[in-house]
T-cell receptor, first 115, second 114 residues
Framework: DTGVSQDPRHKITKRGQNVTFRCDPI?????LYWYRQTLGQGPEFLTY????????KSRLLSDRFSAERPKGSFSTLEIQRTEQGDSAMYLC?????????????FGEGSWLTVV | AQTVTQSQPEMSVQEAETVTLSCTYD???????LFWYKQPPSRQMILVIR??????QNATENRFSVNFQKAAKSFSLKISDSQLGDAAMYFC???????????FGTGTLLAVQP
């Protein structure tokens, strides 16, 4: 399967612990996004990478959140000192160039539960 | 800032019937894209249909079609011959700007009655 892959799919952690999520985009896609979705809401934009450069960060991305895409391929999203309010699904998405019609493809998401 | 509004939290349709989901948006940009995504209980976001703002012709994908009214900033989704597998949460999304990040509405939960 060559879709967007996310790992782990589910994570339960104690408050105060650090967690890291990984995203592998579609191979030829150089644009990568992270979103957060809570129950009953639409996904909210967190951050955007073009190749290895992080070009936009939402105000939702507090200092406890950091995202990287070191070689312009896979990306990681780390949450430090987790809080119960961080419980959500974290979605990764990728997009090719304008020739691909600007369509963004999503992974299956990583569920985070902070207890 | 761009906003997307879905005013129907829930909708219901009989199998084989037609249903229309509403979406309005607000933007000052002239170049943008609009999308409908489907999110079944598995939570995977699946692209249903896409519309480029510069195209006057409404997009169609099999049983799914849109009514794009650019001046009114309206983008509704019509599902014809509804099937049980269409039951899901449907999100309208706006994509534009330099990053083309998506801005989502709050979703419409569609139930399909057999």
């Amino acid at each position: 399967d060559t879709g967007v892959s996310q790992d782990p799919r589910h994570k339960i952690t104690k408050r105060g612990q650090n967690v890291t999520f990984r995203c592998d985009p579609i191979s030829e896609h150089n644009r990568l996004y992270w979103y957060r979705q809570t129950l009953g809401q639409g996904p909210e934009f967190l951050t955007y990478f073009q190749n290895e450069a992080q070009l936009e960060k939402s105000r939702l991305l507090s200092d406890r959140f950091s995202a990287e895409r070191p070689k312009g391929s896979f990306s990681t999203l780390e949450i430090q000192r987790t809080e119960q309010g961080d419980s959500a699904m974290y979605l990764c998405a990728s997009r090719g160039g304008t020739h691909s019609g600007n369509t963004i493809y999503f992974g299956e998401g990583s569920w985070l539960t902070v207890v | 800032a761009q906003t997307v509004t879905q005013s129907q939290p829930e909708m219901s349709v009989q199998e084989a019937e037609t249903v229309t989901l509403s979406c309005t948006y607000d933007t000052s940009e002239s170049d943008y894209y609009l999308f409908w995504y489907k999110q079944p209980p598995s939570r995977q976001m699946i692209l249903v249909i896409r519309q480029e703002a510069y195209k006057q012709q409404n997009a169609t994908e099999n049983r799914f079609s849109v009514n794009f009214q650019k001046a009114a900033k309206s983008f509704s989704l019509k599902i014809s011959d509804s099937q049980l597998g269409d039951a899901a949460m449907y999100f309208c999304a706006y994509g534009g700007g330099a990053t083309n990040k998506l801005i989502f509405g709050t979703g419409t939960l569609l139930a399909v009655q057999p």
